[in-house]
């Protein structure tokens, strides 16, 4: 079975912090992904990444950046944290296989920027 | 562009009872489509996909989904609902020719004794 573990479950955090969210995968996948989900709205893209040091914007990249140094980890970071960005944040990963591919998900975080 | 409807933010349902969870969808080519469930504080579990072929696929849980181009629609269904049933569903959608997974706003299931 895919295994991908968070950080943390719960954070608390202030404005104007610099945060790290960090997802660790062990099945080798080429594929990450970050996830913001708010009520109402799904899920929705932040940034992805298909092989180390490679990163794509996804459709709310603004206010977040990305790293990935190894292939088993990506980290989501929030370069000045602000209250808009509490939210729950899930990370997911995928084999590569574009025909169909399942993304297999991570607890998520709850994040609450005060 | 790709987008995802699930036109109903809640369904309710009693115990025993078939249940059908909606979503229609949108994509320029053709689709892979999904269903993910969430479980209260947990993250998103997939539950089955449509690819291609059969239009009925089989998933996990006893839940089906029916793929049907004609209407852009992949509707979840179970034919008798459990409690444990109870939880956030998500459908999602991608293209073929696309790298990113669009993911409906999700519908909550409520599944009543």
């Known amino acids: 079975d895919v295994k991908v573990t968070q950080s943390s479950r719960y954070l608390v955090k202030r404005t104007g912090e610099k945060v790290f969210l960090e997802c660790v995968q062990d099945m080798d996948h080429e594929n990450m992904f970050w996830y913001r989900q708010d009520p109402g709205l799904g899920l929705r893209l932040i940034y992805f990444?298909?092989?180390?040091?490679?990163?794509e914007k996804g459709d709310i990249p603004e206010g977040y950046s990305v790293s990935r140094e190894k292939k088993e980890r990506f980290s989501l970071i929030l370069e000045s944290a602000s209250t808009n960005q509490t939210s729950m944040y899930l990370c997911?990963?995928?084999?590569?296989?574009?025909?169909?591919?399942?993304?297999?998900f991570g607890p998520g975080t709850r994040l609450l920027v005060l | 562009a790709q987008s995802v409807a699930q036109p109903e933010d809640q369904v309710n349902v009693a115990e025993g009872n078939p249940l059908t969870v909606k979503c229609t969808y949108s994509v320029s080519g053709n689709p892979y489509l999904f269903w993910y469930v969430q479980y209260p504080n947990r993250g998103l579990q997939f539950l089955l996909k449509y690819i291609t072929g059969d239009n009925l696929v089989k998933g996990s849980y006893g839940f089906e989904a029916e793929f049907n181009k004609s209407q852009t629609s992949f509707h979840l269904k179970k034919p008798s609902a459990l409690v444990s049933d109870s939880a956030l569903y998500f459908c999602a959608v991608r293209d073929e020719r696309g790298f990113k997974t669009i993911f409906g706003a999700g519908t909550r299931l409520f599944v009543k004794a």
């Open positions: 997911a990963t995928s084999a590569g296989d574009r025909e169909g591919e399942t993304q297999y």
């Open positions: 990444s298909y092989d180390v040091k490679m990163k």
